[in-house]
């Protein structure tokens, strides 16, 4: 359980970083690999308690990762 969750804040600061050096985003490397890890262990807490998700923990971290850099910083633009 532990060795999943380290995974999961990996697996989603690698996306982060790589999503603000592609140029997906325009955050900045710390909020946009902050944003990853929020979303990633939001989505991680919910597949612990209720099991909802992907069969895969990697699949979970790479696609709550990515809904959450494009949730997050719409939702905060006027």
Known sequence: M????MGTVVI???IGYA???????RNGII???IICIGGAFLF????VMF???FH?????AIVSSIGALIIVP???RK
Not at 19 to 25: V, Y
């Open 2 to 5: 532990y060795m999943t969750l």
């Open 12 to 14: 989603a600061g690698i």
């Open 19 to 25: 999503s603000e050096k592609s140029g997906f985003t």
């Open 31 to 33: 909020p946009s690999i």
């Open 44 to 47: 991680y807490f919910i597949r």
């Open 51 to 53: 099991g909802i998700g």
């Open 56 to 60: 895969s923990a990697g699949m979970n």
């Open 74 to 76: 719409f939702h905060w």
